[in-house]
Nanobody, 123 residues
Framework: QLQLVESGGGLVQPGGSLRLSCAAS????????IGWFRQAPGKEREGVSC????????YYIDSVKGRFTISRDNAKNTVYLEMNSLKPEDTAVYYC????????????????WSQGTQVTVSS
């Protein structure tokens, strides 16, 4: 079965940190763009961060630059999103998604999607 299995997330105070993990099952991430979208209540879904599994190039939405770091572990077929200095506006459901095409990824048309995990930043 081809799927992305996501873990991490939870409740954290403003300024805190969380790490999301996304493991591919049933396929390898070679030559895939993989990363996270998020969707907050009443807002459109947005692409947060992406990494090319082949060459390691990364993408970050402006609002998370300098706070979030995406990385990969090729041996484990897994990608991580380290989220630091979290703000209440980072509160959303985060979805891991992957596609061979970065264009498809950035437009939200990735082939594979995780089940989503809630990230809540609140005091």
């Amino acid at each position: 079965q081809l799927q992305l299995v996501e873990s991490g997330g939870g409740l954290v105070q403003p300024g805190g940190s969380l790490r999301l993990s996304c493991a591919a099952s049933g396929f390898t991430l070679d030559n895939y763009a993989i990363g996270w979208f998020r969707q907050a209540p009443g807002k459109e879904r947005e692409g947060v961060s992406c990494i090319s599994h082949s060459d390691g190039n990364t993408y970050y939405i402006d609002s998370v630059k300098g706070r979030f770091t995406i990385s990969r572990d090729n041996a484990k077929n897994t990608v991580y999103l380290e989220m630091n200095s979290l703000k209440p506006e980072d509160t959303a459901v985060y979805y891991c998604t992957a596609d061979p095409s970065f264009h498809n990824w950035i437009t939200g048309k990735g082939n594979y999607w995780s089940q989503g995990t809630q990230v809540t930043v609140s005091s």
